[in-house]
């Protein structure tokens, strides 16, 4: 397994829901490595960017009225195969088919308002998180749990 990071963002429905902290308990918890963490408005053609995939959808402006309707939490995580072990804590995209347990299978009901994002594949997550943080808004640091946590 290698080390990567994905983009984590917990979404404006997760935010004025109040919570932020369950969700990133959930990745710490986890033994995943925090390296940017903040509270942001997110302008649309930024939204735009970050979903440029899905631009062809007939849900994509719903889809960015929604993610730039009110302030979301953006994260870096670094770990060992942390893209795809992130998208397993998060669950389906369909929260009414996500399995309990996960995030989106806990915490939410529909497609629209499925509280949290994470990046699909490792140079997604360096795509969005060279997107959504700037120079100087990411952390280097040495966890002292390492030893405890990987080989
Ligand atoms: P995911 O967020 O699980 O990676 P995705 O990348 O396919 O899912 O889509 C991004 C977001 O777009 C998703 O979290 C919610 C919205 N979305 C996806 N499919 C949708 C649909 N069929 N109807 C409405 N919104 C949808
Ligand atoms: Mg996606």
Request: one cysteine or more.
């Amino acid at each position: 397994e290698e080390v990567e990071e994905t983009y984590i963002m917990i979404k404006p429905d997760g935010f004025q829901r109040g919570l932020v902290g369950e969700i990133i308990s959930r990745f710490e918890k986890k033994g995943f490595k925090l390296k940017g963490l903040k509270l942001f408005q997110c302008p649309k053609e930024l939204a735009q960017e970050h979903y440029k995939d899905l631009q062809s959808k007939p849900f994509f402006p719903k889809l960015i009225n929604y993610i730039t309707s009110g302030p979301v939490v953006c994260m870096a995580w670094e770990g060992i195969g942390v893209v795809a072990s992130a998208r397993k804590l998060i669950g389906v995209t369909n929260p009414l088919n996500a399995e309990p347990g996960t995030i989106r299978g806990d915490l939410a009901v529909q497609t629209g308002r499925n509280v949290v994002h994470g990046s699909d594949s490792p140079e997604n997550g360096k795509r969005e998180i060279a997107l959504w943080f700037k120079e100087g808004e990411l952390c280097e640091w040495t966890p002292l749990l390492g030893p405890w946590l990987t080989e």
